[in-house]
């Protein structure tokens, strides 16, 4: 399956203020792998930054205003999420967005399905902190170079933390039905996925025997 991984920063954080879309960052995976494809722009909002937000992502006006306006990258963007899953972390505030510049555009909302991780999160881990920064955390996933929130990075680390929230891990090949008359870009993934497990050897559990009978106060064999 090809699903995409969302990220946008804007200049605030309600569209009911006028605020807009400052960069766009989407990553392509299939089956849960990422590919080489990938969409990111910088967004001219046509307004100013607000100062909360500029702590956030460090965008200056200055910056912005000589970029593209979304006007200007709207068709290569829904052309790269058309008919494609969209994966994002706190679904609510980037679709409001998206869908803000759609309608001033005049163009219909974004119908793709969505996945929104942040929803995952709090099934998964009620009462504890669900921000992208904690998941990676809790995840073991390296986010030092997220100083700033920056879109594709955070889709990086994003994508990271999706397969670690539907509990994915290693992707295996269908080699065993597979129809080697056939070329190399016939393989199909499987989408089954597994965890290594590594088994003691007989002379470790040996040992692991040992140390319970001479370190424990009580015997248990």
């Not at 699903?3 to 569209?15: A, C, I, M, N």
């Not at 046509?46 to 992502?57: G, T």
């Not at 397969?163 to 992707?171: G, R, S």
């Given at each position: 399956m090809i699903?995409?991984?969302?990220?946008?920063?804007?200049?605030?954080?309600?569209?009911k203020d006028g605020h807009r879309i400052v960069e766009i960052g989407c990553l392509e995976?299939?089956?849960l792998i990422p590919t080489s494809n990938k969409f990111h722009c910088y967004l001219n909002p046509?307004?100013?930054?607000?100062?909360?937000?500029?702590?956030?992502?460090g965008y200056t006006d200055e910056f912005l205003s000589k970029k593209k306006k979304f006007k200007e990258i709207v068709n290569e963007f829904l052309d790269f999420i058309k008919n494609k899953r969209i994966i994002i972390h706190n679904a609510?505030?980037?679709?409001s967005h998206i869908n803000n510049e759609l309608a001033i555009l005049?163009?219909?909302k974004i119908d793709n399905e969505i996945v929104d991780t942040l929803t995952?999160?709090?099934?998964?881990?009620?009462?504890?902190?669900?921000?992208?920064?904690?998941?990676?955390?809790?995840?073991?996933?390296?986010?030092?170079?997220?100083a700033k929130h920056t879109a594709i990075i955070d889709c990086e680390l994003l994508s990271k933390v999706?397969?670690?929230?539907?509990?994915?891990?290693?992707?295996?090949?269908?080699?065993?039905?597979?129809?080697?008359s056939k070329t190399n870009?016939?393989?199909?993934?499987?989408?089954?996925?597994?965890?290594?497990?590594?088994?003691?050897?007989?002379?470790?559990i040996e040992d692991h025997r040992n140390y319970l009978r001479t370190s424990l106060k009580k015997n248990f064999y």
């Open positions: 699903e995409v991984v969302l990220d946008t920063e804007t200049t605030g954080l309600s569209v995976l299939d089956n046509e307004r100013k930054v607000s100062e909360k937000a500029l702590e956030v992502h609510e505030f980037d679709l005049g163009i219909k995952i999160a709090r099934d998964k881990f009620p009462g504890s902190s669900i921000s992208l920064d904690s998941l990676c955390k809790r995840y073991r996933i390296d986010n030092s170079k997220r999706y397969i670690n929230l539907i509990d994915q891990k290693e992707p295996t090949f269908d080699l065993k039905n597979h129809d080697y870009t016939d393989i199909v993934y499987n989408n089954t996925y597994f965890k290594k497990i590594i088994k003691p050897t007989k002379q470790e």
